[in-house]
């Protein structure tokens, strides 16, 4: 298929209807003219011939011929006898040399006769003729004519009149086409500029300002993309970023230890050991790198089967609670006393619970309280501990990944607990209240 620029297509279509339209008026406007022109005369002829026809079966009291002019056309009605042959008789009212060349015209063919009504151009000008029987001489016309000559030249001058407006309206229609085209078409220009300069990488925001409000949603929209693509842009440099940094210092401590046993300066069963445990370390980061890719891709299983929510925390908490007990820290229950159901992959669940549980834990002075509840269509899960809570600092980034506060781990674990959280539609908040506070709703429809 040829393309065509928007602004061509746009002046092509305007400039079209516009001719179509126009040329449909004048047309419409014409043929009204016609016809209104053709009635008034052939009502005029048929007068005509009524009041011969009288005046001539009836001379004393017969209707009288009306020799004043159509208010309307502003012309005289003539009349004439004429032969079955076209031959003229005589003319009884109006212009002889006229009557003459019509029956010329009757008498070689051009004008059949006996015609209700037809228009014959002479000498003297067009006229308009009608033909009825003489109801006194057998084989006779009454032969009514009007000279049409100045209607058709005011039909003509109007046909020119006509066209002359068409044309002036083609132009200006062309003119306000190219305006109207060039005020659209410019604007989509822009925006495809904008979009392919995003597409190379320049997610620079553009300022942008159009009359159209269409145009300035879209401008607003694509700067809001742009700067939402930035901003995950510079999320995944700073996630590369820290993935190298974590992983470097597993990776150097096998290879100083690979190297000691290789060296002969290390005692192999001790370096082996670290290796190991620092591999375990290794796989364990990556396992984790990984789900929370597939998170990222909203790889939620949808189709999980609903589980009981208080058995799910129940098991994340017997994971952790050996190593809080050795700490002094026990744990205190909230639940609803019936079945909190919600349909989460069980694995999905205790990465989200577990990581929570094990930060709480990990920061927790003597307590965890946990809860569990349903109410008016909402799953809320609370899990609280009694620590220091927070800084003000790492709050707003607590959920960011890699990003490690006081005391953290690989900065990973509270991130896919938020990626687990919107994977299934739910929300997952921090905040401070005598300790640290998490807070995890799933809407159940």
Do not use: W
Not at 29 to 48: C, D, H, K, T
Not at 88 to 108: F, K, S, W, Y
Not at 132 to 149: C, F, L, N, W
Not at 198 to 203: F, K, R, S, T
């Amino acid at each position: 298929m040829k393309k065509r620029h928007l602004r061509t297509r746009i002046l092509v279509t305007l400039v079209g209807l516009t001719c179509a339209v126009l040329v449909a008026v004048a047309l419409a406007f014409n043929l009204s003219i016609r016809g209104y022109i053709r009635s008034r005369v052939s009502a005029q002829l048929s007068s005509v011939s009524e009041s011969i026809s009288d005046e001539r079966h009836d001379p004393k009291g017969g209707k009288s011929f009306d020799v004043r002019p159509d208010r309307i056309t502003g012309v005289r009605g003539n009349a004439a006898i004429f032969t079955g042959n076209g031959e003229l008789i005589d003319v009884l009212h109006g212009d002889e040399t006229a009557a003459r060349q019509i029956a010329a015209l009757c008498a070689n063919g051009s004008v059949r006769m006996g015609v209700k009504y037809t228009t014959v151009k002479t000498e003297s000008g067009a006229f308009a003729v009608s033909m009825e029987p003489d109801p006194v001489q057998a084989g006779a016309y009454i032969v009514s004519y009007v000279d049409v000559t100045s209607l058709t030249a005011l039909t003509a001058r109007v046909n020119i009149v006509l066209i002359i407006v068409i044309l002036a309206a083609i132009l200006v229609s062309i003119l306000l086409s190219r305006h109207f085209a060039r005020s659209l078409a410019e604007p989509v220009q822009s925006l495809s500029d904008f979009a392919r300069d995003i597409g190379g990488g320049d997610l620079s925001p553009r300022e942008l300002d159009f009359k159209e409000v269409e145009f300035s949603r879209l401008a607003d929209s694509m700067n809001h993309m742009a700067r939402e693509l930035d901003e995950s842009k510079r999320r995944q440099e700073t996630f590369f970023q820290n993935v190298s940094h974590e992983l470097r210092t597993p990776l150097t401590s096998i290879r100083g230890n690979a190297e000691g046993i290789a060296y002969g300066v290390m005692d192999p069963k001790a370096a082996a050991g670290v290796i190991l445990s620092e591999s375990d370390r290794l796989a364990a980061m990556v396992d984790e790198i990984l789900y929370l890719s597939r998170m990222d891709r909203g790889a939620a299983d949808t189709s999980a089967e609903p589980i009981d929510l208080r058995e799910l925390l129940s098991l994340c908490v017997s994971e952790h609670r050996t190593e809080a007990e050795k700490r002094g820290i026990g744990f205190e229950f909230d639940f609803d006393e019936e079945p909190v159901i919600f349909p989460i992959k069980e694995t999905d669940g205790e990465k989200l619970f577990g990581n929570i549980i094990a930060n709480a834990a990990r920061y927790a002075k003597s307590r965890i309280n946990v809860s569990c509840r349903e109410a008016e269509g909402r799953v809320c899960v609370i899990i609280r501990d009694d620590g220091n809570g927070i800084s003000e600092n790492d709050l707003p980034r607590v959920f960011e990944r890699f990003y490690k506060g006081e005391g953290g781990k690989h900065g990973i674990g509270l991130a896919i607990a938020k990626s687990v959280a919107e994977a299934y539609h739910g929300s997952l908040e921090a905040e401070n209240d005598n300790g640290a506070v998490f807070t995890a709703v799933f809407n159940k429809n």
